[in-house]
């Protein structure tokens, strides 16, 4: 069973940049037909996707933060990151990551089925 | 980018009752929608996916369908534990995107 697990500060000052690591267990990260993805959530909010990576190291942004986002892949400790830049009150919100499959041969990609529990991170002077 | 629009936003119900969610999405998705319940507290938990297929461990009391850009989620009978929000997210174009959620709550 695949399981999945967030990790870094819950405190981060404005301006600054956000680190999260996702941590994997259960399964390889290096196993392909796999996307590993970041989704956060506003408090009281729905969902927001961030963006993925695969275990290749190529990744896909949501353009409405690819200029403060790199996510980034750590084969060898089964990890993967997320960096977010220039922070404002405003990213302030629980941040999910998760894994989902595709299908190269057919462009089909599926809902992420396994997420880790999440975390929460405060944007605050 | 594919807006979803959920209805109800809130739906009162007892236990043992029907529950039918709605998700409209602004363009087809084809078949690429899949449904999560989340608790509080708690991350989403995929229910149903490619519209009508139920994710590993999901009971039989859970059932989706619809094509195109009208899809439904059915609870057939109402149990505690699916007091809650649940969303829709289409799968068909990035960026991947999630209806804004209905909540499911005891009358």
């Known amino acids: 069973q695949v399981q999945l697990q967030e990790s870094g500060p819950g405190l981060v000052k404005p301006s600054q940049t956000l680190s999260l690591t996702c941590t994997v267990s259960?399964?390889?990260?290096?196993?392909?037909?796999?996307?590993w993805t970041w989704i956060r959530q506003h408090p009281g909010k729905g969902l927001e996707w961030i963006g993925y990576i695969y275990n290749s190291g190529s990744t896909y942004y949501n353009s409405s933060l690819k200029s403060r986002i790199t996510i980034s892949i750590d084969t060898s400790k089964n990890q993967f990151s997320l960096k977010l830049s220039s922070v404002t009150a405003a990213d302030t919100a629980v941040y999910y990551c998760a894994r989902g499959y595709y299908y190269d041969s057919s462009g089909y990609y599926s809902a992420p089925n396994y997420w880790g529990q999440g975390t929460l991170v405060t944007v605050s002077s | 980018e594919i807006v979803l629009t959920q209805s109800p936003a809130t739906l009162s119900l007892s236990p043992g009752e029907r529950a039918t969610l709605s998700c409209r999405a602004s363009q087809s998705v084809s078949r690429y929608l899949a449904w999560y319940r989340q608790k509080p507290g708690q991350a989403p938990r995929l229910l149903i996916y490619?519209?009508?297929n139920r994710a590993t461990g999901i009971p039989a009391r859970f059932s989706g369908s619809g094509s195109g850009t009208d899809f439904t989620l059915t609870i057939s009978s109402l149990e505690p534990e699916d007091f809650a929000v649940y969303y829709c997210q289409q799968c068909s174009n990035w960026p991947q995107t999630f209806g804004q959620g209905t909540k499911v709550e005891i009358k």
């Open positions: 259960g399964g390889s990260i290096s196993s392909g037909g796999y996307y």
């Open positions: 490619d519209a009508s």
